[in-house]
């Protein structure tokens, strides 16, 4: 009699422990985690790539979900610093323990949490970058929606030499962005037998641009390719400006399109942007329709705008894959789900993975600045 209800005792004690696990299960709730800058000089691209991201979740929990799974969100704030990041991370994955980290924001803060990704095996989704050393060696594991810096610098270079402008120079943030940056141009330069004329570097998270606006001014170049935030471009522009510059500027899509244009005001006439969605402006798309009328039917601070559109769009990727993972996904799974969207058009904007390929798009197009703050393809 003692052995049985000791038995009985112990079997009880076992089902109210596996309750929270039992719970989580009913809920049928994936949990994401995105580590961002939501605060800070940077912190437009963060606030504005997370709002994109809800804008599509909060839409897709309220029908339903996903195969009866809902989509949970959860964010941290780093302030574009690496080490904020890390830390971020970590709590992600030891107490959240999240699905995937999703969204993050910058080269240097996503290489300071590569180090957990790798020994976590933890799915990194979608980073707000385009750096190469986020996208090789391959990793089983990351996902990248955008296309690359090389991307954008090519094209960047390629339309300043179909122009005739070959005097190039560029303005780098001092970290492992803006060396991705300057490699990229460097790269396409170096392919049609030129080099930078000149080169000039602010710290991250800094407006100390005085010394790069003087090296580089000094060189005389017909344009300057800008790999930086919106902050410190906008400073860089209008001291140029100051300094009696008159050549023209290039920016990839990182330094944050509308923010640069506020930035800016009337100054931002003529400033051209690389970038790697489709305009969230224009309704020619069919996904920028639809973008459009979920950020209108959301209300509320959401507003469109390429960042926000990012996020949106690294959201139905995530929620594309995890419905081709099934109705009880995990991290293999869903892996092998992503690997499966290949030559997927999702209304303009081609996406296509493969087993060994997990870079979704290369999709990059110019935009150029108004004066009135508006974005022109």
Do not use: W
Request: glycine share 8%; aromatic share 10%; hydrophobic share 40%.
């Amino acid at each position: 009699m003692k052995r049985r209800h000791l038995l009985q005792h112990l079997a009880a004690t076992s089902a109210t422990l596996a309750l929270p696990s039992t719970f989580a299960q009913a809920e049928r709730r994936i949990v994401l985690g995105q580590s961002a800058a939501f605060s800070g000089p940077a912190a437009y691209l963060g606030t504005q790539l997370n709002r994109g991201a809800k804008v599509y979740f909060d839409a897709l929990n309220a029908a339903g979900g996903v195969n009866g799974h809902t989509i949970e969100l959860r964010t941290l704030d780093d302030g574009y610093e690496p080490d904020r990041c890390k830390a971020n991370t970590e709590r992600f994955i030891d107490r959240d323990n999240v699905f995937a980290l999703f969204g993050y924001v910058g080269t240097p803060t996503c290489l300071a949490a590569m180090p957990l990704v790798q020994e976590n095996r933890t799915l990194f989704f979608a980073p707000f970058t385009g750096a190469e050393s986020l996208r090789e060696p391959f990793s089983r594991n990351v996902f990248h929606i955008r296309a690359s810096y090389f991307d954008e610098t090519a094209l960047i270079v390629k339309q300043l030499l179909s122009i005739g402008l070959t005097k190039i120079a560029v303005f780098y943030q001092d970290d492992a962005y803006g060396q991705a940056g300057l490699a990229g141009v460097n790269r396409a330069m170096k392919a049609a037998n030129l080099a930078p004329v000149a080169t000039g570097t602010v710290e991250r998270n800094t407006v100390n641009v005085a010394q790069a606006v003087k090296s580089i001014t000094a060189a005389m170049p017909e344009a300057v390719v800008q790999i930086s935030a919106y902050k410190s471009s906008a400073a860089f522009i209008r001291d140029a400006r100051k300094a009696g510059y008159g050549g023209t500027f290039y920016n990839v899509s990182f330094v944050g399109t509308q923010a640069l244009a506020d930035e800016l005001g009337r100054e931002a006439r003529g400033i051209m942007i690389s970038q790697v969605m489709p305009s969230p402006f224009s309704s020619t798309a069919a996904l920028s329709r639809e973008y459009l009328a979920a950020v209108a039917k959301a209300g509320g601070d959401a507003t469109p705008n390429y960042s926000s559109m990012e996020g949106y769009v690294a959201a139905k990727v995530f929620a594309e894959g995890l419905k081709r993972a099934g109705r009880n996904p995990n991290r293999d799974g869903f892996i092998t789900a992503m690997e499966s969207i290949q030559n997927v058009n999702l209304g303009g904007f081609p996406v296509n993975f493969g087993a060994r390929d997990h870079v979704g798009s290369h999709f990059v197009e110019l935009s150029m600045l108004t004066e009135d703050g508006k974005v022109r393809r």
